[in-house]
Each structure stands twice: as C-alpha cells, then as structure tokens.
C-alpha cells in the first residue's frame, strides 16, 4: 500500500485516518515511521506540547539527563542520524537529548503529520463499524481505524494534594512539568520535596545556588555514581562504524542496554557470578571496581543483587560505607542510608549527590520522622509545628506512572466501558499492549510490559513495530478488529505476578507497583524476566496467528 492509497483506504471507509498516535515521544515516532514511511499508512500524531521529545520536552529541570549511556540512549530508525548525530557526554543533559529528537524530527520530515499542542481528551470506540473516534480537549473530532497510544509511562506528574498548597506565596514548580523560561534559584530559601531520580539530579543544581536549600526526604534511595565525563576520543567512532552489531549486542542484554558501549573496553565487573560466592576482599574489590566506573556497573556486578534478599543486604552494606565516607555529619548520613533492599525501588545515578550534605546551605529534613502537615504562605509546616520559610518549593515527587497518562483520559471500549473503571481494581493487559473491551487500541509501554525496566527507546521500538506489523497482518486479511481473549488478559497477569514475585523487586513499596500514589491499587507494572524474554514471547504469540487474542472481520469494510 503507497501512501497515497493509505489515506484513500481511510477515506474510502468514512474514516479521517488509518491510525491515530497519541503522543510524540520516543514511542510515538517509532509509530509513525513505521506505518507511514515503511507501510504507507495515513497517520496522525497528536501531541500536547509544542514540539516531539516527550519526556524530555516536559522534564526541562535543571541536572535531568539520562541514565542510559547516551550513545545507546537513542533511535534506530535512521542509520543517517546514527552518523550524523554527535553525543557530547556518556550521559546526556535534557537539552542535548532535546535537541536529538529535534534533529530527527526534521531529518525523518515528521512534524507534518504531527498535531502539536492539542491534548487528546477522550476515545470512544463504535462498536457499529469498528472505529475510533478521538476528540481533543478543544472539541476536534477524529474517526480513524486503529488508535496507538504512545501517551508515555511517566508523562503524569504526580502532585500530592498537600493542604494549603494554593495559599503559598512564593513559586511552585513540578520537575516533570518544568517551565522552559529560566529559573533562578540564586539568593532564595528552595525546599525542594521528593528525593527519587529527579529530586537527586535537581538536588545538584538547586545546592549550588540557593542560599537555604531543605531537601526533605520520604525515603532514602540508592545512589550509585554516573562517573559522567565527555565521551572518549575514538569511542563515538567505533560505535557508529559498527552500530548495528552493538545495537543488537545491547539488546541481547536484560535491559537492552549495557554498561559499557563497547565490547572492546576490558570489563569492569564478573556480572555472571552470585556476589555470596566470593570471598569478602574479592566482593569489596568488585564493588570498588564497579563504584568507580560508575552508570550500571554496579548494577550489573553480580548475577542476584536484584533476586536474593542476602545478596541485595550485600550491596546495601557497601552502599552504607560509601555514604558514612563521603557525609560527614553522621546523623544526616544515617539518614541518607537507604533501609529497603536494594533493588526495590529504581537505583539512581548521581554526579555529586551525597556531598552536598556537606554544605552549609543544605539541610536533610526527613519527612517519615517528621511528615508535612501542611503548606502556609510562608512555607513548609511539618507535623512537629516546624515551619520552613521558603521563596520556593520544587516537587520532585514523580509521575503517575504506567497508567497515568492513560486514565486521565475518558477512553471507552466496547458496550461504553470505561479503561479507568475498568482498571479501578488496578490495570490489567495482554502482553502490555492491548485491553479486553478495548479493541483495536494498542498500548506502547503499557501496564504489564517491559518498557520501564529496559532502556525504554529500544522497548518503544520493540512495541511500535510489533503493533504496526499486527495493523498490516490484520488488514491484509480483512480484519477490522482485534482484542486479548479474557483468559490470555489474565493469564498474562498472573505471569507477569509470578515473575516479579520471584524477584527483590516485590520485597518493597515502589512506583513499580502503583505505591508512590495515594489510593492506586497495588499490582505489579512491570515484566521482569527482561527485554529478550519478553520480545521473543511477543513474536511468538504473532506467529502463531496472534494467539490469546479474536480477531475479527464481522464488520470489514472493503
Ligand atoms: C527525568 C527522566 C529521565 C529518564 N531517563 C531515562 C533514561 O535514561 N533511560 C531510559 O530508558 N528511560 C528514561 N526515562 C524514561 C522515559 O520516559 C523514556 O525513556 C522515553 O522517553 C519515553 O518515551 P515515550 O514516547 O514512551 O513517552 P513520553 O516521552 O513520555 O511521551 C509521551 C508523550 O505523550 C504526550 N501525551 C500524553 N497524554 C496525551 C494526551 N492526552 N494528548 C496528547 N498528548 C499526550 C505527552 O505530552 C508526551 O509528549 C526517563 C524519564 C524521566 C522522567
């Protein structure tokens, strides 16, 4: 199909489109490519910002960058970008990772066929013919055959609903909604509240400037060292000379990604052995070795950090080390020393975090001893009756993750239900692409997949393809309709309980299980047995006929 009979096969059947996308992220652009520059699809991409980059269009906070090293940090859809597109840093600050995707976007022509600043309000699917109808929140109407949602899986800030929050007289900034004007934080009293991966990066940055900084903590996270440098001589080179070899290499790996870039650089850590193996020199050696390498080496160091108790109480001793080392007021250390086994909740990289607790601008309240009561218009009033005068408060306090961006909508499938009701009782997917009720909707990152555990690009790639591949299979053969069986919907739940509960990452409240929002039903989010796993069973379900799931031409048009 050209792309011209795309849109005339839309037309043909009373339809605006063939797919609507919601959302230019990473995983909306994979999307879009796939069926209108390999397919020949009509597509339309309507995203809520102004321009593509999801993630890092809303996260503009001073020290975001990534945690996947940058040169593996990035699409593979255009082999001209991968060479002409040069990283800075092994890690990579937001404007950079911004500016990538602005490149891309004009070099792959994208923006024409993307609606920006428009937030898609509801989808109703029509059950007379098989269709989608999405209306945005300024009323427009769109009737198309198939519906993506790239929405993103922390693309919901989360702002807890302290009293008072309205009648503070100084500035209020969310980290995952941060203004792209300039924000100062030179000569002011910042309490900054949420200490998770981007209370840690912006932690750096507000230090440095402020003249009182509160940092108040709920809960101690590990923090390993990012070692961030520029990227090597040479290093950049060998990996575009050979990146297809190493993009499949990189996601042959749990993760889709690996600590080092190159399989050339000698390595730092064992990564198959059990960390109970070895003798306790050899097992501070490796730590060592692993601390100063810095990004995941630590992480990787040995094969059951994250699948015994035993092993993750390992790590959390070194870890412990490290901070009493490094801050030297013992009562602020004890409190920076995480108390959950390590692993449950996401490990954080960090350039210079511990140290600032040695400043004399910087002050550690810890929220669990002392919780927020309430927000005056001067500030911060703890339960103690403490009041923490500020000119402004910084929520770091993370995303809605997973399903946020999904149940804000008013999505309805089939006979009028509801996708939030029909989660109240926490979220429930196929393979973490698609919905009982909820037919021809697909999912990228969603509930029950892999996305957030893995270098969330090559996961976002993985999905679009499978899920455009899945819209040709079924047009090629007349289908109008597909959605997961009940009995595959949950059987895929149950495995995807069933892995994580073998694993550290059940041994504690996380984001991982919905326990960062108050009120959100507590299920597992994520599928751990890895990115290679969960692609092969994603494959193999495609070959065989797309297996778990009805398929239906009923209701073929044409
Ligand atoms: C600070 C931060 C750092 C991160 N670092 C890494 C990292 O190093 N490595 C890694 O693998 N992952 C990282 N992640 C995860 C990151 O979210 C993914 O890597 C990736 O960018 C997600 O892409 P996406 O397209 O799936 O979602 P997003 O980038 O979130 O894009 C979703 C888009 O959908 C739009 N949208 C949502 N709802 C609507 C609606 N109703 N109407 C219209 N538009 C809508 C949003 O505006 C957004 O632009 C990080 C996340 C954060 C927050």
């Not at 989360?158 to 009648?167: A, E, R, V």
Request: charged share 25%.
């Amino acid at each position: 199909m050209d792309r011209a009979s795309g849109k005339a096969k839309a037309e043909s059947q009373g339809l605006d489109f063939d797919v609507v996308v919601v959302g230019a992220g990473f995983a909306g652009l994979a999307t879009l490519h796939r069926l209108r520059d390999q397919m020949g699809y009509s597509v339309r991409v309507i995203e809520a910002g102004s321009a593509a980059g999801g993630t890092w269009y809303w996260n503009r906070y001073p020290g975001a960058r990534c945690d996947v090293e940058s040169l593996q940090y990035s699409m593979s859809i255009s082999p001209e970008v991968d060479q002409e597109w040069n990283w800075t840093e092994r890690f990579a600050a937001q404007p950079e990772i911004l500016e990538y995707t602005q490149f891309l976007v004009d070099k792959m022509d994208f923006a024409k066929d993307i609606e920006f600043n428009t937030r898609v309000a509801s989808a109703a699917f029509d059950e007379s013919d098989n269709s989608w109808t999405v209306t945005t929140q300024g009323g427009d109407s769109l009737r198309c055959r198939w519906l993506v949602m790239a929405a993103g899986p922390l693309s919901t800030p989360n702002l807890p609903d302290f009293p008072g929050l309205d009648s503070f007289e100084g500035e209020v900034y969310h980290t995952g909604a941060w203004p792209k004007e300039e924000v100062s934080f030179k000569g002011k009293r910042v309490a900054q509240i949420g200490t998770g991966s981007s209370g840690v990066q912006i932690a750096q940055e507000i230090a440095k400037h402020a003249t009182k900084h509160y940092v108040l903590q709920r809960t101690a996270h590990h923090i390993i060292p990012a070692a961030n440098r520029p990227i090597n001589p040479g290093e950049q080179e060998e990996v575009k000379k050979r990146y297809r070899e190493l993009r499949d290499m990189w996601q042959a790996t749990p993760g889709a990604t690996s600590y080092q870039s190159l399989p050339s650089n000698p390595s730092i850590v064992p990564g198959d052995k059990s960390v109970l193996e070895v003798s306790p020199e050899e097992r501070r050696e490796i730590f060592d070795n692993a601390w100063n390498y810095g990004g995941y080496a630590f992480h990787r160091s040995f094969n059951d950090l994250l699948k015994s108790t035993e092993a993750s109480t390992l790590a959390n001793e070194y870890i412990a080390e490290r901070i009493l080392e490094i801050v030297s007021d013992p009562a602020a250390a004890e409190k920076l020393v995480p108390k959950q086994f390590y692993g449950t909740k996401r490990v954080i990289l960090d350039t210079n975090y511990y140290s600032i607790f040695n400043q004399e601008n910087v002050e550690l309240i810890d929220v669990r001893e002392d919780p927020i009561e309430r927000i005056t218009p001067a500030g911060i009033q703890t339960a103690s009756g403490k009041l923490y005068e500020v000119d402004m408060i910084v929520c770091a306090t993370g995303f809605d993750a997973m399903t946020g961006s999904l149940t804000r909508m008013d999505i309805h499938g089939r006979g009028g239900a509801v996708l939030r009701d029909v989660w109240k009782g926490g979220p429930e997917s196929y393979l973490g692409i698609m919905v009982t009720g909820f037919p021809g909707m697909f999912i990228v990152g969603g509930p029950q997949s892999c996305s957030a555990l893995a270098n969330v690009i090559v996961a976002n790639e993985q999905q679009a393809e499978w899920i455009c591949d899945c819209i040709g299979y079924l047009d090629k053969n007349g289908y109008t309709s597909i959605e997961p069986t009940s009995k595959a919907q949950s059987d895929w739940v149950e495995h995807v309980n069933e892995l994580a509960d073998g694993t550290i990452y059940t041994k504690g409240p996380s984001w991982y299980s919905g326990a960062n929002i108050e009120g959100k039903p507590r299920t597992f989010l994520l599928y751990v047995a890895g990115y290679p796993t969960y692609t092969k069973t994603c494959n193999d379900v495609a070959e065989k006929g797309y297996e778990g799931f009805e398929l239906d031409r009923a209701k073929a048009v044409n």
